[in-house]
């Protein structure tokens, strides 16, 4: 069994992702993580959820779109706060873009993360071009747990997310011939913190490198893993898997 810990199910799909998960299925990833960006995916997330077996939701706000909190944010943490909801996020830092402003994502950051601990749920962390800030407002929340969604670090940035606790995701970019720091870093995480996603239909693997991504294709990603790892395909699979029932409590 295959655990694609995060995909953003019918973002481009007019079927609204039903195709996506049966080809997953096939090719043996039976537990999805739909993971919300604002507030109209987050609900279109747990729609999901709920109709279509091993697929699970979270619901957030992505630090690009986050200048919408003020309007959604009341429904997106009743929304968090429901058993319906796995995680909290898609939030976190991104500063290769300037869609918003590095002060609105680190309030809003900051928003998600209070409600984490409150809520004693997961956060699904994306950081681009931003590991010192992103570390430095998670040093300020004691207790939250959660996961580097994509991670894009070498081993000394692994290293500062696992001394705070978290898990380190793996998605396409790890399969690419230029990602050695990257390889260097899922050579050296412990067993027990390592995660594969998809971030589909974003960074597919280097086979599909150009075109649309989907869960099916995490095997390939979980195959260099377990490459990198010196370790047999199955027991990468049986391992990421539980390390991830054992972060989302699914």
């Known amino acids: 069994m295959i655990f694609d810990t995060h995909c953003h199910l019918g973002y481009d799909d007019p079927n609204d992702g039903a195709p996506d998960v049966a080809r997953a299925r096939d090719a043996g990833v039976e537990l999805l993580l739909d993971v919300g960006i604002d507030l109209a995916s987050s609900l279109r997330a747990r729609a999901r959820a709920s109709q279509l077996d091993g697929v699970f939701s979270s619901a957030g706000l992505h630090p ?3 200048g919408k909190i003020d309007a959604e944010w009341g429904e997106l943490e009743r929304l968090c706060r429901s058993t319906a909801c796995t995680a909290v996020g898609e939030t976190g830092l991104d500063f290769f873009r300037d869609h918003t402003t590095p002060e609105q994502q680190i309030e809003a950051f900051e928003r998600h993360l209070e409600l984490a601990v409150e ?14 800030r992103t570390f430095e407002v998670l040093r300020r929340f004691p207790g939250v747990r959660g996961v580097m969604h994509c991670f894009s670090g070498g081993p000394a940035d692994a290293e500062r997310a696992l001394e705070l606790g978290f ?11 230029k990602s050695d720091e990257l390889r260097a870093a899922a050579a050296a995480v412990p067993a027990d913190r390592m995660l594969v996603e998809t971030d589909a239909p974003f960074l597919p693997p280097q086979s599909r490198r150009g075109k649309r991504n989907e869960p099916a ?3 390939e990603t979980l195959t260099k893993l377990a490459e990198v790892r010196g370790i047999e395909f199955e027991a990468a699979a049986e391992r990421t898997t539980a390390n991830a029932r054992t972060l989302f409590r699914v």
Request: proline share 6%.
């Open 64 to 66: 690009n779109d986050c």
């Open 119 to 132: 809520i004693d749920k997961p956060v699904i962390v994306h950081c681009r071009d931003a590991f010192d």
């Open 167 to 177: 898990y380190l995701s793996f998605a396409g970019p790890l399969t690419y011939k």
């Open 217 to 219: 294709l995490v095997v």
